[in-house]
């Protein structure tokens, strides 16, 4: 049975203006089951950021197949959803108009069905009461929500979120994803997570990608054995301490000295397809 989404032996490359290569992925290999959470954590410019932009179809592969379902990743798919690291809210519309927006852009209609359905996720993620106003008068954690409610809308098989919690405070990051974790077991989707964080990924993923140094590849897969729903007590639990332990010692290895030292983010690049 072919696992939901695939990565055989993918590599990346970018090309910078002046065309020098930088190789940003190397042969990664890994797999995720149907309502899966997988987090992916690793040092900065490791291709956290390719991965999402592979499955997601923004981008082709260089080497290797991205698969979902067994079908071969070639253009960007209506099955995904994505919230990024900052909500990207419209200010001059109202919370309900911006969780529609995605519906009213894609096809220039909004029946009462799609209205009442934006009007259900927005009550799930606990800000019913604030369909009319506008995103400046929300908190920066309240506006993440919407943009994950909007994310949720059209009601994608794979939800991908890039640090969407990285421009929080300490408690609203804590907070949040305390409310993604209840969000994902009312409405299972599956997931990549994007994060820098290592107790974030532990809190939140059944299994979590350790990443090595750019060019990127899996260093290791680790399975969270923690009991749903996790909480405050998690945190405490020895066996969480194991694993974010484990995960330091991949992150926090001497770093390779890399021939080009231009991350994958510090200029425009082009992809070698």
């Known amino acids: 049975m072919a696992k939901f989404v695939e990565f055989k032996q993918v590599s990346h490359t970018y090309i910078t203006e002046q065309g020098t290569p930088v190789p940003a992925l190397n042969d990664v290999n890994f797999?995720?089951?149907?309502?899966?959470?997988?987090?992916?954590?690793?040092?900065?410019?490791?291709?956290?950021?390719?991965?999402?932009?592979?499955?997601?179809?923004l981008i082709p592969a260089s080497e290797g197949l991205v698969n979902v379902y067994g079908h071969?990743?070639?253009?960007?798919?209506?099955?995904?959803?994505?919230?990024?690291?900052?909500?990207?809210?419209?200010?001059?519309?109202?919370?309900?108009?911006?969780?529609l927006f995605p519906l009213k852009h894609k096809y220039n209609f909004v029946s009462v069905k799609d209205?009442?359905?934006?009007?259900?996720?927005?009550?799930?993620?606990?800000?019913?009461?604030f369909l009319g106003q506008k995103p400046e008068e929300l908190s920066g954690g309240m506006?993440?929500?919407?943009?994950?409610?909007?994310?949720?809308?059209?009601?994608?098989?794979?939800?991908?979120?890039?640090?969407?919690?990285?421009a929080l405070d300490a408690l609203s990051?804590?907070?949040?994803?305390?409310?993604?974790?209840r969000i994902?077991?009312?409405?299972?989707?599956?997931v990549l997570f994007i994060t820098h964080s290592i107790s974030e990924a532990v809190l939140l993923a059944d299994k979590v990608l350790i990443m090595s140094h750019r060019?990127?590849?899996i260093a290791q897969e680790l399975d969270i054995d923690l009991a749903r729903p996790r909480d405050i007590d998690t945190i405490?639990?020895?066996?969480?301490?194991?694993?974010?332990?484990?995960?330091?010692?991949?992150?926090?290895?001497?770093?390779?000295?890399?021939?080009?030292?231009?991350?994958?983010?510090?200029?425009?690049?082009?992809?070698?397809?």
């Open 115 to 129: 209205k009442k359905r934006a009007i259900g996720l927005i009550e799930m993620v606990g800000l019913g009461d």
């Open 72 to 99: 071969a990743v070639t253009e960007p798919r209506e099955d995904v959803g994505i919230v990024f690291q900052k909500p990207t809210l419209l200010p001059w519309l109202s919370i309900l108009d911006n969780v």
């Open 143 to 166: 506006q993440q929500r919407i943009g994950i409610a909007r994310a949720l809308l059209l009601d994608p098989d794979i939800l991908i979120m890039d640090e969407p919690f990285s």
């Open 31 to 57: 797999s995720i089951d149907k309502h899966q959470f997988v987090a992916v954590v690793g040092p900065s410019g490791c291709g956290k950021s390719t991965l999402l932009r592979l499955l997601s179809g």
């Open 236 to 273: 405490n639990d020895p066996q969480f301490a194991k694993y974010t332990n484990i995960i330091r010692k991949h992150i926090y290895q001497p770093k390779q000295v890399s021939p080009n030292p231009q991350s994958e983010n510090d200029s425009p690049l082009k992809t070698v397809a």
């Open 173 to 181: 990051r804590e907070e949040m994803g305390f409310e993604l974790q």
């Open 184 to 190: 994902w077991q009312e409405k299972p989707k599956t």
């Open 215 to 217: 060019p990127g590849t």
